[in-house]
């Protein structure tokens, strides 16, 4: 059965660098979600991505995040300038519309301490 | 705007028992509704949906869940508990013409033998 992937599944990085998480959705899906879950917390949307643009997004995902899709398999997630707050586990995930409505379809998560 | 409150963080049920995982939207429209699992340090798995076709929806591994507008509630139940069962139950709805899910707060499952 077709999965999302995630990597990495543990990043560690200094406060202030910037970082990339990365995700393969299900091939044949075609819209594509960032969410968070910070320990202990629920889990939040960040954003959402349909044909190469940004269809929604939170009041969390403010200007020091940006995603893309670079070729035609990854979808990115980029934080320029981590914060301490940023120390979450990052899920990606992806939908195709169907007769029997949308569903989302999560991978494993990266998990992101920033020091 | 669209929520969800899930009654209980923690529930802890003998194996063999009964389980009932409580979880009340609010949406101003029919909603779409969702039971997500996490198992530990794994992600996400979709255990059932509810899209207006049948009140009653059965899931994987032996869950259904009932929709009942009168009560704004989309329960989760499971005949009889397995070990296995044990993670962490997420409840979610996505409301008419948006594509983001907004979770509960999850209900912690424990599976005493």
């Known amino acids: 059965e077709p999965e999302v992937t995630q990597t990495p599944s543990h990043q560690v990085t200094q406060m202030g660098q910037e970082v990339i998480l990365r995700c393969v959705p299900i091939?044949?899906?075609?819209?594509f979600y960032w969410y968070r879950q910070i320990l202990g917390q629920k889990v939040e949307f960040l954003v959402s991505?349909?044909?190469?643009?940004?269809?929604?997004k939170s009041e969390i995902f403010d200007d020091q995040f940006s995603v893309e899709r670079p070729d035609g398999s990854n979808f990115t997630l980029k934080i320029r300038s981590t914060k301490l707050e940023d120390s979450a586990m990052y899920f990606c995930?992806?939908?195709?519309?169907?007769?029997?409505?949308?569903?989302?379809?999560f991978g494993p998560g990266t998990r992101l301490l920033v020091l | 705007a669209q929520s969800v409150t899930q009654l209980g963080s923690h529930v802890s049920v003998s194996e063999g028992a009964l389980v009932l995982l409580r979880c009340n939207y609010s949406?101003?429209?029919?909603?779409?509704l969702f039971w997500y699992v996490q198992y530990p340090n794994q992600g996400l798995q979709l255990l059932l949906k509810?899209?207006?076709?049948?009140?009653l929806v059965k899931g994987i591994n032996g869950f259904e869940a009932e929709f009942k507008k009168s009560e704004t509630s989309f329960h989760l139940t499971k005949p009889s508990a397995h070990m296995s069962d044990a993670a962490e139950y997420f409840c979610?709805?996505?409301?008419?013409?948006?594509?983001?899910?907004?979770f509960g707060s999850g209900t912690r499952l424990q599976v005493q033998p």
């Open positions: 995930a992806s939908s195709v519309a169907t007769s029997e409505g949308e569903t989302q379809y």
């Open positions: 091939s044949n899906h075609l819209y």
């Open positions: 991505f349909y044909n190469n643009e940004i269809s929604e």
């Open positions: 949406s101003s429209v029919p909603p779409y």
């Open positions: 509810y899209t207006s076709a049948a009140t």
């Open positions: 979610a709805v996505r409301g008419e013409g948006r594509r983001a899910l907004t």
